[in-house]
């Protein structure tokens, strides 16, 4: 996979009736103090375009919900990103989820979450796929330290330090680490205080870009 660069757009070419953006998603979530009385739960994201090798960061508060809530989040908020029809793979280290969504389990609590990632699963072509955590997947590692950072800042994490975030992990998805990438995010949740923003950035990985986005309407 080649360097992303990062890229700002505000529209491109109307899409062909017949083209289905094929996007993979990397979802994960956290919970700090999952249990207690004050749990602080955040989720990331890492959406890519294959089509256009454009890449997308998600990193958002979730609040005081259990773990296999944010979970469902996780996956929730990153289809809601997509602005029509596609072909997704979406990886999560969440049995529960990915099971659930396979049909394995039934969704017996937890029903207005599940209602939410349903919600958004309709109109695209879904593939659940689970992916052991901690296990050197660089996409789900920077989901992971995304979704740690929300829940550990109790905030979405800002455009421009998400962009940021972007342009390290595109230049780190040929290799074997993220780690200029994690060092980066480090810095970034030190500095936080509470925010309210709504966030996410884009970058492009050198694909084509006159298709037309899945993240633009």
Known sequence: MTALKLERENGGPDAAATYTPIVSIYADASCLRNGSSDPSAGCGAVIVDLNRME????????GPVTNQQAEILACAKALEELRRPCRV???SDSRYVIDTMNGK?????NRPFWGRLVEQ???HHITWR???GHDGLLFQEAADRLARAASTAQTDLLPDDLGILAEHLSNESHQLNIRSFEIEL???VSRYTTFERA?????????????????LP
Do not use: C, H, Q
């Open 55 to 62: 890449l997308k960061l998600l990193a958002k508060y979730l």
């Open 89 to 91: 793979e979406i990886f």
């Open 105 to 109: 389990n039934r969704m017996k609590t």
């Open 121 to 123: 699963s309709y109109g």
């Open 130 to 132: 689970w992916v052991k």
């Open 186 to 188: 480090d810095k970034i």
């Open 199 to 215: 966030t996410y950035a884009t970058a492009k990985l050198d694909g084509v870009a006159s298709l037309p986005s899945a993240f």
